[in-house]
Structures are given as structure tokens and as C-alpha cells.
């Protein structure tokens, strides 16, 4: 068995499966090396032992207490319900994305699939631009819905610090 | 209600009941007072995060994992996470300075019964642990804390500080010999 810090580590602080600690104890009769190591651990955790157990004041509970009322819980939505930069950032979003969408379009349309697709009775009914602006708006909202519960989640965690 | 599970007890408190904030409280006050205080090195630090770790268990018993949970580790780790961010405030720098010499200059220096250079010798073995202890850095005094005075097994402590239990054990290998160090050479010359 080789010298292993870790495994006597362990068998100090009864942590070693009851093999474990066998074959360790067995190992310690022969080799001096850990036994002067599980020495030193023996002297410093009787040293360490010296030190006593402190109090806190015996009114702590009651400063818990008095304190709780005045203070709110720590929440990451205490902004305003509406602001006015969301919608600068919604408009900005919007031409971003109709101007893709554009671009997108005139690309796509020279596809020789297009003349197919043209077929089909929504993108008949509100045009190519439309049916791809519908598309992008739906694939846009379903992602967003799905990760609004995890962002909530975390932002809360956050907010709390833990 | 005494003999109630820590998660019969949180169940309770979300629910804000008091009386059973209090039997939590009573239960662990000692361990979190005593760790954050060999953490901190600190009285008055270690009685105001003791109430910033209870108010925040409070505020936050709906976070706590009602089904597979461990209360004593997820109060460890707000205990810990509310040391370590007080710690890490620039007020509290002082833990790096040289304590020794801070206590020399504040104690009174008596020329007929003390010489200065056995001023260390004359301080009591509780003072130089407590020296020692503080003059570790913050992640060996971390684990010899956890580990050695509140008795923490590695993998509960794995958890709580999210570290693999070999770096743990690395780092309580070195925190310890550094502890040694710090110690009276003397005493301790021929332990490792």
C-alpha cells in the first residue's frame, strides 16, 4: 500500500469504510512515514481542541426577530411595471429584425422552391414578407415562453444571494 | 416541536411561524456562531453574520428544497456565502497584517517582568491557535474550519463550498502545515 495523505485524512476523522480503515491500520503498523504523519495530525487536532466553544449574545433571537419586520425581502423585480426603455428597445429590435427579414425574403425568393411555395394559400392571402415575418414572430414567441421560467428562476436566485 | 426534523421545522417557517424559527435557530446557533467566528476571527463580526445568516434563511425558506434537501448544509452555505461576501469587503483587510504585532502594540508593555522579544513566549496557547488560525489564507482557514471545529464530512463540505473533495483535501494537507508553521516552531518541530 502506498503512502496515501488523503486515506489517512479519513481514517483520522472516521470517515474510512470499516475495509478501509483495516487495511490502513494494518498498513500504519509498518510504515513509519504515516505513522508520523498520522502523529502530526493527532498533535495539531489536540491543539486545535484547545480552543473553546464561543457564545453569541443570548438576545441574538430576539435582534433576529425585531429586525425582520422592517426589513423586505430582497427581489430582483422592484423596478417600475412600466418603463420607457423596453419599448426603445422593442422598436430598435423590430426594424432589426424586418430589415433581416427582408433581406431573408429577397434572398429565398430567388430559390427555384419559391414558386412552389407561392402557392400555398397564407402566403397567398399575406404575401411572402408577411408569411415570414408570421413565421419568425412564432418561432420568436415559443422560445421565449419556454425560457422565461428558467430566467425567472435564476434572476430570483440571484437576487437572493445564495 | 423540539424533537420535530429540521424539515418539519422549515416547513413550518415558510409557513413564518416563529416558534419554529426559533428551535432552528436554538439548534444551530452555536455551530454558525462558532464558524464564522473562527472564520472571522472576529466577535462582532461573527454576531452580526449569525443574524444576516438567520434572517436570510427567513427571507428564503421558500428556496430551500423541501424534497431532497439538507438543512444543515444549505444553512452552512449561506452562512459561508454571507462570510465570504463580508470578507471580502475592503474594511476587513486587516486579516492579512501581521496580528502579533497589532496585539503588541495595543497591549502594555511591563519592562520589569516582560522582555519584548519573549512577549510571544508569555501569550497563552488559545491566543497563538487563534493567530495562527487568522494568519492562514481565507480558503485553508475555510476548510480547517469546516472540517476540524464543526466537524463536516469532506463530502457535505464538497457541497457546501462546490469544490471537489481533492482539492478539499489538498488544501487541508497544506492549511494544516501552514497552521504548523505558524505555531511554536518549537513545540511543534518534529509533528509532520
Not at chain 1, 500504519?28 to 484547545?50: H, I, S
Not at chain 2, 413550518?12 to 467566528?37: D, H
Not at chain 2, 475555510?142 to 488544501?171: D, G, M, N, W, Y
Amino acid at each position: 500500500m502506498q503512502h496515501n495523505k488523503n486515506s489517512l485524512l479519513k481514517l483520522f476523522y472516521q470517515e474510512a469504510s470499516p475495509q478501509e480503515a483495516s487495511e490502513l491500520q494494518k498498513h500504519l503498523t509498518d510504515c513509519t512515514e504515516c505513522q508520523k504523519y498520522m502523529q502530526f495530525l493527532n498533535r495539531m487536532g489536540m491543539t486545535l481542541d484547545k480552543l473553546p466553544e464561543e457564545r453569541p449574545l443570548s438576545n441574538t433571537f430576539e435582534r433576529i426577530m425585531e429586525n425582520i419586520p422592517e426589513r423586505q425581502p430582497r427581489t430582483a423585480f422592484v423596478q417600475p411595471a412600466i418603463s420607457a426603455a423596453p419599448f426603445f428597445k422593442i422598436a430598435f429590435s423590430m426594424g432589426l429584425i424586418v430589415l433581416l427579414i427582408y433581406f431573408a425574403q429577397s434572398k429565398i425568393s430567388l430559390l427555384p422552391i419559391w414558386d412552389s411555395l407561392q402557392e400555398f394559400w397564407l402566403i397567398d392571402a399575406i404575401g411572402g414578407f408577411g408569411f415570414m415575418m408570421l413565421i419568425f414572430f412564432t418561432v420568436g414567441t415559443f422560445i421565449t415562453l419556454s425560457l422565461s421560467p428558467i430566467l425567472y428562476f435564476d434572476m430570483h436566485r440571484k437576487a437572493l444571494r445564495l | 416541536m423540539e424533537k420535530s426534523s429540521d424539515k418539519e421545522l422549515m416547513n413550518l417557517v415558510l409557513k413564518k411561524n416563529s416558534r419554529a424559527f426559533k428551535v432552528l435557530y436554538q439548534r444551530y446557533e452555536l455551530a454558525i456562531f462558532n464558524f464564522i467566528f473562527r472564520y472571522t476571527s472576529s466577535r462582532e463580526i461573527a454576531q452580526d453574520l449569525l443574524q444576516e445568516t438567520f434572517t436570510r434563511v427567513w427571507f428564503a425558506a421558500h428556496l430551500f428544497d423541501y424534497e431532497g434537501g439538507n438543512f444543515r448544509g444549505w444553512l452552512y452555505t449561506i452562512a459561508l456565502n454571507t462570510t465570504r461576501n463580508e470578507m471580502s469587503k475592503k474594511r476587513y483587510t486587516y486579516q492579512y497584517l501581521d496580528v502579533a504585532e497589532i496585539k503588541g502594540k495595543q497591549e502594555p508593555v511591563h519592562p520589569e517582568t516582560e522582555r519584548p522579544d519573549s512577549r510571544m513566549e508569555n501569550l497563552d496557547l488559545k491566543e497563538k491557535i487563534e493567530q495562527a488560525l487568522e494568519k492562514l489564507k481565507p480558503h485553508f482557514r475555510e476548510i480547517i474550519v469546516l472540517k476540524h471545529f464543526q466537524q463536516l464530512k469532506f463530502k457535505e463540505i464538497a457541497e457546501i463550498t462546490k469544490t471537489p473533495e481533492s482539492t478539499l483535501k489538498a488544501r487541508f494537507h497544506r492549511g494544516i502545515e501552514q497552521l504548523r508553521k505558524h505555531l511554536d516552531p518549537k513545540e511543534f518541530s518534529d509533528a509532520a
